[in-house]
Each structure stands twice: as C-alpha cells, then as structure tokens.
C-alpha cells in the first residue's frame, strides 16, 4: 500500500473513530471523569492549558533535560562501547560490571541522583543520561563487532593500522546500529528525565503532572500524557531524520519494507 494523501486521511479517520468509541463509551457507561475522562474533557483542559501558557515553561524544561540527557548518556556511551568492543581485556574486566549495572532498575537509583545532585536540572539530566545510556552502548558493542572478519585480515594484510581499519570498515558498518540505538535511547532519555520530575522537580511536565494528580485532575493529567507522546514522536523523528541524511547509503530499512510490501502482494 502506498503512503500517500488517502492513506493519511485513512489514518486520521481511524484515530477519529477511537476517539469516538472512547466518548461514546464514556458516556454509555458513565464513567466517573475521576476515574476515565472523555476526550472531549481531555481536549477542553489542553484548551485551557495552552490559553494560560501553562505547559509552555514546562514543555521547555522538559526537553532540555532529555535533549542534554541524551547528549551526555550517548556521548558517554558511544565511547565505552568502542572502548570495549575494541579491546578484549577493557571487556573481561569491565563488562560483567556494566551488565551487573544495567540490571539495576533505574527508577530505584533516581531518589539517590536526586540526594546527590539536588532539585535542579543537573539530576535530571544525570537521570535521563543513565536510562539513555544502555541501548546505545549495547548497539555499539555488536554494531563495531558485527564487523566482516574477512575484511578486516584484508585490510590487515594491506598494512592498514587500527585506527584505518575502525575508521574505514567497522565505523561504517556499525552506523545503522549505532543510530537504532539513538532512536531508543532519545525515548528513554525523556522518560527518564519524566521519572526524575514525577518524584521531586521544580518545573516539567513530570512535575506538573504530580501537581495535578493532588487535585485530581484527571483530564489535565491526560492531556499531558498526550503532550508527552507529542514530544515523543518529534524527538525520534529528529533522529530519523538525522539518520537518513547520515546514512543515505543505507536501504535495508527501505529494501525490508519493499519485501514486506512485495510478500502482501503475493499473498493477497
């Protein structure tokens, strides 16, 4: 099926109808707006909330948290990744103790990053490096190991140096996994920072939300979960878009999209 005007009307059309299922059901069945608000309650609250410029300080402080989370925890992960997909020894000694670390639940460690590091923004951008941290080393790691060995004892035998062979064979071929990690570890860096202000902040939207849940305002809690997953699809969208003019030279997401569209049209 071609992406094209219909298809994106087809869509609009389809999340219009379960927005009306959502409605209709709350009103069949009575539903407390305490408990499930209608969308025409969540929609009338984002109304109010954007007439008095209420989440516009909060939206900003948000994304910088994710934004320098995700700088920091990726930068910070590209480089330990490297370290220990290149060397052997680096990952004997060090890897049982960063998969050790990685089983931690992060959550757990927020309360003491907050001890640490305080209410203000340095917390909750060491939080949302730390959730961010993870996906992109692990995806570094097979990505620089994924390399052809064949290669590499070519250019071996070409008398190419280490830093030639990185640069020029397992760079390159790790790119795409590198990037699937930076999709992921975008995502989970604003989680993270959300994590961080839910349980104690100055401003944010995780902040905001706690707020609102004292007064239970249900509707307003809605409304910034839909903000949220607003600020969420533009962030991995920034990556995409950064990948796909980083890696023009990569089809295997197109090539595996034409074979799945390809194995439809067989079947049907």
């Given at each position: 099926?071609?992406?094209?005007?219909?298809?994106?009307?087809?869509?609009?059309?389809?999340?219009?109808?379960?927005?009306?299922?959502?409605?209709?059901?709350?009103?069949?069945?009575?539903?407390?707006?305490?408990?499930?608000?209608?969308?025409?309650?969540?929609?009338y609250?984002?109304?109010?909330?954007?007439?008095?410029?209420?989440?516009v300080?909060?939206?900003?402080?948000?994304?910088?948290?994710?934004?320098?989370?995700?700088?920091?925890?990726?930068?910070?992960?590209?480089?330990?990744?490297?370290?220990?997909?290149?060397?052997?020894?680096?990952?004997?000694?060090?890897?049982?103790?960063?998969?050790?670390?990685?089983?931690?639940?992060?959550?757990?460690?927020?309360?003491?990053?907050?001890?640490?590091?305080?209410?203000?923004?340095?917390?909750?951008?060491?939080?949302?490096?730390?959730?961010?941290?993870?996906?992109?080393?692990?995806?570094?790691?097979?990505?620089?190991?994924?390399?052809?060995?064949?290669?590499?004892?070519?250019?071996?035998?070409?008398?190419?140096?280490?830093?030639?062979?990185?640069?020029?064979?397992?760079?390159?071929?790790?790119?795409?996994y590198?990037?699937?990690?930076?999709?992921?570890?975008?995502?989970?860096?604003l989680?993270?920072?959300?994590?961080?202000?839910l349980?104690?902040?100055?401003?944010?939207?995780?902040?905001?939300?706690?707020?609102?849940?004292?007064?239970?305002?249900?509707?307003?809690?809605?409304?910034?979960?839909?903000?949220?997953?607003?600020?969420?699809?533009?962030?991995?969208?920034?990556?995409?878009?950064?990948?796909?003019?980083?890696?023009?030279?990569?089809?295997?997401?197109?090539?595996?999209?034409?074979?799945?569209?390809?194995?439809?049209?067989?079947?049907?």
């Open positions: 099926m071609r992406r094209g005007p219909v298809s994106f009307v087809l869509r609009l059309l389809f999340i219009a109808a379960l927005l009306g299922v959502w409605e209709w059901a709350v009103v069949f069945f009575q539903t407390p707006a305490y408990i499930v608000p209608a969308p025409s309650s969540i929609a609250a984002m109304y109010n909330g954007i007439a008095t410029n209420l989440y300080g909060h939206i900003g402080a948000t994304v910088g948290e994710t934004l320098l989370g995700f700088v920091l925890g990726c930068a910070l992960a590209f480089v330990l990744g490297t370290i220990v997909a290149l060397s052997r020894t680096v990952e004997y000694y060090l890897y049982p103790i960063i998969i050790m670390f990685q089983a931690m639940p992060k959550v757990a460690l927020v309360p003491l990053i907050l001890v640490w590091f305080g209410l203000g923004l340095t917390s909750k951008v060491i939080s949302a490096a730390l959730v961010a941290f993870f996906p992109l080393m692990v995806n570094t790691i097979v990505g620089l190991r994924s390399a052809d060995e064949d290669r590499i004892n070519l250019m071996r035998s070409l008398s190419a140096s280490r830093w030639q062979i990185f640069r020029m064979l397992q760079l390159p071929n790790a790119m795409p590198i990037f699937a990690g930076l999709e992921i570890a975008m995502i989970f860096a989680i993270g920072a959300i994590v961080a202000e349980i104690s902040a100055e401003r944010g939207l995780g902040m905001l939300m706690q707020s609102m849940s004292f007064t239970m305002d249900v509707a307003g809690q809605f409304s910034i979960l839909f903000i949220l997953s607003i600020l969420g699809l533009i962030l991995n969208g920034l990556v995409t878009l950064v990948r796909r003019q980083v890696l023009f030279w990569d089809t295997s997401r197109d090539a595996d999209a034409n074979e799945q569209s390809a194995t439809k049209g067989e079947v049907l």
